[in-house]
């Protein structure tokens, strides 16, 4: 596959899309106001760093390593951030018991805009 990153970042936009419509239609009836807002901040983080994920792996002053490094640390934080907000919010998971996950996941999302000014800097 010449760019997996891309193929990754199409299928999460995809995805957003899909679980954005869910939210919205399907999930707007069962689910109070707060866990809808935390549902669609978990939405909006996906496809804000889908997103960032199509500049990355196109910007033509970006090695193949950075690409992957800063495609992985993003792609890290929309499963730990976005996911667990799912996880709570659909499947109804109590927060209690996966509380360090979606700050982890904020965690790798700060470290892959880091990474990617470094990167940026470094370049110049």
Known sequence: ????NLVITSILGAI???LGAFGAHALKEKLGVDALKSFETGVRYQMYHVIVLLFVN????F???TKNVISMLFISGIVLFSGSI???TILDINPKSIWFIT???GVFFI???IKMTISFLKSS
């Open 1 to 4: 596959m010449k760019n997996k």
């Open 58 to 61: 196109t910007y033509a002053g």
């Open 16 to 18: 957003a899309i899909v």
């Open 103 to 105: 700050p982890l996941g």
């Open 63 to 65: 090695k193949s390593k």
């Open 86 to 88: 799912y996880a709570i």
């Open 111 to 113: 470290i892959g805009w």
